[in-house]
């Protein structure tokens, strides 16, 4: 599995995944900092990670691969706010760390609201975020807030 930049050409993949209109997807693509978990390609299943190859290579690598999983995320204020993650535990626990990475980098805290009839609180909670209480309603469905500190962002 690898994690690179989303690109336009994964919207179809990415709106599949996250049950959402391709244009809406698109938009996402642009508007906020997106990252997606690939598999494919001849890659021999290790745990590669293509930020920083040329953005004309990555492209290239496309037509072979299937995506497995995404976050999408955006700064405001003192955090990182994912806005949106799909993918089995193995993607999203890569995944996240991708906005950890930047939090890290720009000093901030990072918070994802989760429902609560998913896994993925759990896998949250391994990786150093803690519950923050309760999250809005999504489509009826009570969520959870997650947030990590900057100052715990190095454990």
């Not at 190859?53 to 204020?77: H, I, L, P, Y």
């Amino acid at each position: 599995m690898r994690i690179r930049d989303a690109l336009e050409s994964d919207a179809e993949a990415l709106a599949t995944a996250a049950d959402l209109p391709r244009g809406v997807v698109k938009d996402m693509i642009h508007d906020r900092s997106v990252r997606v978990a690939i598999v494919g390609n001849g890659e021999s299943g290790d745990s590669g990670d293509e930020r920083g190859t040329e953005r004309e290579e990555v492209a290239d690598d496309t037509e072979d691969s299937t995506v497995t999983g995404f976050v999408a995320f955006d700064a405001r204020g003192e955090t990182v706010h994912v806005t949106d993650f799909d993918g089995d535990e193995e993607a999203i626990r890569r995944l996240f760390e991708e906005p950890r990475r930047f939090a890290r980098r720009e000093e901030m805290g990072v918070e994802a609201v989760v429902p609560d009839d998913e896994r993925t609180g759990e896998i949250l909670e391994e990786a150093g975020f803690e519950s923050a209480g309760p999250g809005p309603r999504f489509e009826g469905r009570l969520t959870t807030r997650y947030v990590i500190d900057s100052a715990d962002l190095d454990r």
